[in-house]
């Protein structure tokens, strides 16, 4: 996973570690080391001018590695221009991009080093910090979350075509299953041929109950019937399945605020596949404006070379990534977690 990002972030690092050293090394070269002098201007016995001379010598080198350097912004800005350009090839998002080099840029310039610090560990905690401040938005636990909710928990998914969505349902009831929480699937997808297909063969592995209507049928009234349903059987969460959608179709956006209407969801997730970068983070932030989301589910992050979704969306939505797609199987979910997304980087 992240290889393309790993390995320019692997590349910022050394460029800002030899700027480091280089800086280091020109001002330890300026401090030069003091000349011996005898008190009585003559010659001392060569035992103890030699042992004069190691003081002197191990005094100054002392001195020298206990100086500090302090980097500028013109130490910083040709690493810094290459980082913002490395970024944007890996699809990070435009102003998530300048809110990392603006945290790099706090941290590192007019800060004092000592000469002789690591300077791997110096970048690299600059870095990570940057990163973090970026991905940590709005930040909650989804499990605490359903376990505090009143039941049932309404949730809606929302998305495009194609991106995994309905697999990402049957993953997320199956680990609510596993947390010992009832679910209903709502198949409110009645737009796209062989969808309640789909769902109903992950709802009859899962042995989890399916609520459908006919093709073609209002999702509106899918989704109602589903949560009427959890509240008669005491059920605790109902899953809401959704048409894939473009913004741009009016006519499926109206269905989905309509939706939302005739049953109010507790929480709108949006899914889509990491590997669209940042036409990912587009489309969240578009959807975000019809049908506000709380949450962000990246699928297919096995196959991202690049990274740059998830570090993205969350910034630009303002709503916290809950999930990630890692495989096929049903335990193939990973509950977000921005120190782990971050170790994968370095």
């Not at 636990?141 to 495009?160: L, S, T």
């Not at 959608?245 to 969801?265: E, F, G, I, S, Y």
């Not at 990973?334 to 170790?343: I, P, R």
């Amino acid at each position: 996973m992240f290889a393309k990002l790993k390995e320019k972030l692997g590349s910022f690092k050394k460029k800002i570690g030899e700027t480091i050293d280089q800086k280091a090394e020109t001002k330890s070269s300026a401090e030069g080391v003091p000349q011996e002098t005898s008190e009585k201007g003559g010659r001392e016995p060569a035992k103890e001018k030699k042992k004069k001379k190691t003081g002197i010598v191990t005094k100054a080198k002392t001195l020298i590695l206990e100086r500090e350097i302090v980097l500028d912004e013109n130490d910083l800005e040709e690493p810094l221009w290459d980082l913002e350009m490395a970024l944007l090839e890996s699809d990070v998002a435009l102003p998530v991009a300048e809110s990392i080099i603006d945290a790099i840029k706090e941290e590192l310039v007019g800060v004092h080093r000592k000469i002789k610090a690591d300077t791997t560990d110096i970048v690299e905690t600059a870095l990570r910090n940057a990163l973090l401040s970026v991905m940590t938005k709005e930040m909650f636990d989804f499990d605490e979350f359903i376990a505090g909710a009143p039941k049932p928990v309404n949730i809606a998914f929302v998305g495009v075509n194609g991106t995994g969505k309905t697999t990402t349902i049957a993953k997320v009831a199956a680990r609510l299953r596993g947390n010992g929480h009832s679910v209903v699937i709502a198949s409110g997808d009645t737009f796209r041929a062989g969808a309640t297909e789909q769902i109903e063969k992950h709802a009859e592995r899962l042995g989890v109950k399916l609520i459908k209507h006919q093709y073609g049928g209002d999702p509106a009234a899918v989704v109602y019937d589903a949560v009427q349903h959890a509240t008669a059987q005491h059920r605790d969460v109902v899953l809401a399945d959704t048409a894939g959608r473009l913004h741009t179709n009016v006519n499926l956006m109206d269905q989905l605020r309509k939706m939302c209407r005739v049953a109010p969801p507790d929480l709108v997730i949006f899914v889509d596949e990491a590997v669209a970068g940042n036409d990912a983070v587009e489309r969240a932030r578009e959807f975000n404006e019809v049908v506000p989301i709380g949450g962000n589910i990246l699928t297919k992050v096995d196959m991202d070379s690049k990274g740059g979704a998830a570090i993205s969306i969350a910034h630009v939505t303002g709503k916290p990534v809950l999930f990630l797609g890692i495989g096929q199987s049903y335990e193939d979910l990973k509950k977000f977690d921005a120190e782990w997304y971050v170790d994968q980087l370095f």
